[in-house]
């Protein structure tokens, strides 16, 4: 059974941080490309961040000089690091998997960025 479960969500300030972190099992992580997804209350889904297999990543242009993501393929887990966070970046974060025939999702952790 595969699963991939967020943590590190919550309620921080504006200009704060949070380290987002995604754990895996089930699946040969080392093979997938992994991705952070978020979606805030009446938007659609969007891409945050991902990282292929083999350690390249992209990041949504909104917070590409904010965020950064990373993977530890022994630990199976993928980390999104947040940087000066802003009241649009309020959302669930959702982990996503994905190789060629398949992709999974996490449940998601919401991040909530007010005074």
């Known amino acids: 059974q595969v699963q991939l479960v967020e943590s590190g969500g919550g309620l921080v300030q504006p200009g704060g941080s949070l380290r987002l972190s995604c754990a895996a099992s089930?699946?040969?992580?080392?093979?997938?490309?992994m991705g952070w997804y978020r979606q805030a209350p009446g938007k659609q889904r969007e891409l945050v961040a991902r990282?292929?297999?083999?350690?390249?990543?992209n990041y949504a242009a909104s917070v590409t000089d904010r965020f950064s993501v990373s993977r530890d393929n022994d630990r199976k887990t993928v980390d999104l690091q947040t940087n000066r966070l802003e009241a649009e970046d309020t959302a669930v974060y959702y982990c996503h998997a994905q190789r060629m025939g398949g992709d999974y999702w996490g449940q998601g952790t919401q991040v909530t960025v007010s005074s």
């Open positions: 990282i292929t297999s083999d350690g390249y990543t």
């Open positions: 089930g699946i040969t992580f080392s093979i997938y490309a």
